[in-house]
């Protein structure tokens, strides 16, 4: 099979990421870098840089991009590439708000090239692991889905004057990920509930945050979070997916699941029951099990795979246009639950739009 020929487009932090990763794929070549700021990257990796997209599209045959530039540039960024007939894989977040992710998916609809937005912890088979436990049913019904993600960000990451800013926060950069998961384990969410605090950095932008969630199938949710508190409790502290920019702490647990007929924590894979024909009763003791979880593989990798194989026709992205603009309706929801203190449904934001 041949190899598929890849572009990065953005050569920041998350693109030379992804450069590592295409290298290190056994079916995909680097083959060029557009971004009208720095060619360092390409001269790295020995690759052409161009400052266009257009150069780009005119001197480089392209099977798939990786878009990992500003979010500001996302929509226009992959518009740009489907015109060009070439699959993307789209760093998150697929757009700055709904309006834009809907002319996004609007163009992907009328052109029909597929994207595959960069929610790279479905690809961990962790995540893979703990939904077909929920799927065999040793949760049952789910009643209740605690999350955590609590870590504290070096003072210096806040002389950068944008991560100072409100929309900047532990929110928008680190909890959209925990609130892609739970709906991939636990279905949509209808309505929220949110309180931000400012105590601790005294910034415009929230440095903890509580969230509370109704799923669709009833079940109910929240999502605590702090980038300012000592905590070993967080996705990538616990999973060690992301051993280069977080300590580890792979004996705790970050995401706490319980329902009709046991319970389950994410990603160390335990899970409790009653035993095999005793009453339920919450004086009966639960018998612990566990499944081991697989933390070999790289989860790059794994989404890389995955983009080849939707380049290929062979799949569809596991993480859609039309999947990710439920996060993003998710984040505007929650931010307006914080502000105004009160519930905010889902479905109200659906019929604005509707109706705009
Ligand atoms: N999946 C994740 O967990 C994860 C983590 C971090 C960042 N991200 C996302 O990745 C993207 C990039 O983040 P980053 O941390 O690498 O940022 P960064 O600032 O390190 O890099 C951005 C790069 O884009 C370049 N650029 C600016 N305008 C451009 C344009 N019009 N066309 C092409 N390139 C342009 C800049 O020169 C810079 O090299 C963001 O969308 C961010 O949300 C995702």
């Known amino acids: 099979m041949s190899l598929k020929k890849i572009a990065i487009i953005g050569a920041g932090v998350m693109g030379k990421k992804h450069a590592q990763t295409i290298i290190q794929h056994p079916l995909t070549e680097l083959v060029a870098v557009c971004d ?15 400052q266009d997209l257009n150069e780009l599209f005119k001197n480089q045959l392209i099977d798939g991009v990786i878009i990992a530039n500003p979010n500001r540039f996302h929509v226009s960024t992959a518009i740009t590439c489907m015109q060009h007939g070439i699959p993307c894989l789209l760093e998150k977040p697929l757009a700055l708000n709904t309006e834009e992710a ?51 960000k070096p003072d210096p990451y806040f002389d950068i004057e944008w991560h100072r800013k409100a929309g900047a926060g532990v929110l928008a950069i680190n909890l959209v990920h ?5 709906r991939y384990l636990n279905g949509e969410i209808v309505s929220v509930q949110a309180m931000t605090s400012h105590k601790n950095r005294q910034l415009d932008v929230e440095d903890t945050i509580s969230i509370l969630v109704r799923f669709e199938n009833g079940a109910l949710g929240t ?13 990538d502290q616990n999973t060690e997916e992301n051993k280069n920019s977080f300590a580890t702490s792979p004996d705790q647990d970050c995401y706490y699941i319980s329902g009709s007929q046991g319970a389950l924590s994410v990603p160390n894979l335990e899970y409790w029951n009653y035993p095999e024909n005793s009453q339920k ?7 612990k099990n566990k499944i081991e979880p697989n933390k070999q593989e790289d989860v790059y990798l794994l989404q890389l795979s995955h983009f080849v ?48």
């Open 36 to 50: 009208p700021f720095s060619d360092a990257m390409a001269k790295e990796f020995a690759v052409p840089n161009f």
């Open 102 to 152: 809907l002319s996004l998916i609007s163009e992907q609809e009328k052109l029909n090239i597929p994207i595959l937005v960069g929610h790279h912890r479905r690809h961990n088979p962790i995540i893979q692991q703990a939904k077909e436990l929920i799927e065999k049913g040793i949760v049952g019904e789910i009643n209740t889905f605690n999350a955590l993600w609590s870590v504290y």
């Open 178 to 182: 925990d609130l892609d998961l739970m």
């Open 223 to 235: 999502l605590l979070a702090s980038d300012a508190a000592v905590s070993p409790w967080g996705w």
């Open 281 to 287: 009763s919450w004086a009966v003791n639960l018998v």
């Open 309 to 356: 194989d939707v380049i290929n026709g062979q799949v569809e992205p596991i993480s859609s246009p039309q999947d990710a603009i439920k996060n993003i309706q998710l984040l505007e929801c929650i931010e307006q639950a914080a502000k105004e203190q009160r519930t905010v449904h889902l479905s109200s934001l659906t019929q604005l739009q509707k109706t705009a």
